[in-house]
């Protein structure tokens, strides 16, 4: 499965961005969202069920971000609101509980 994110860019802090990761196939997978900051690892952020139910969130995230399908478009989306320097990162989707496939990541960057 190739898994695309995209929706990455440079906001204000206070902004928000929806990131899209599109899968390729008919399957529809379990989620992730994960994260690495420069100089950082990898930080799971989130993650939906394959039938856009059962959300979960990093505590670093809860309240701001919220993760949604599209399964008729075979696609998740992370919003991410109330957006701070911390949270830039390159944002990667990862397909099923055991991480087994990986988009190429889409990069935010939070800045004034």
């Known amino acids: 499965v190739q898994l695309v994110e995209s929706g990455g860019g440079l906001v204000q802090p206070g902004g928000s961005l929806t990131l899209s990761c599109a899968s390729s196939?008919?399957?529809?997978?379990?989620m992730n969202w994960v994260c690495q900051s420069p100089g950082k690892g990898l930080e799971w952020v989130s993650a939906?069920?394959?039938?856009?139910?059962?959300?979960d969130y990093a505590d670093s995230v809860k309240g701001r971000f919220t993760v949604s399908s599209d399964n008729a478009k075979n696609t998740v989306f992370l919003h991410l609101n109330s957006l701070k320097s911390v949270d830039t990162a390159l944002y990667y989707c990862?397909?099923?509980?055991?991480?087994?496939?990986w988009g190429q990541g889409t990069q935010v960057t939070v800045s004034s």
């Open positions: 990862a397909a099923a509980t055991t991480f087994d496939y």
């Open positions: 939906i069920g394959s039938d856009g139910s059962g959300t």
């Open positions: 196939g008919s399957t529809l997978y379990y």
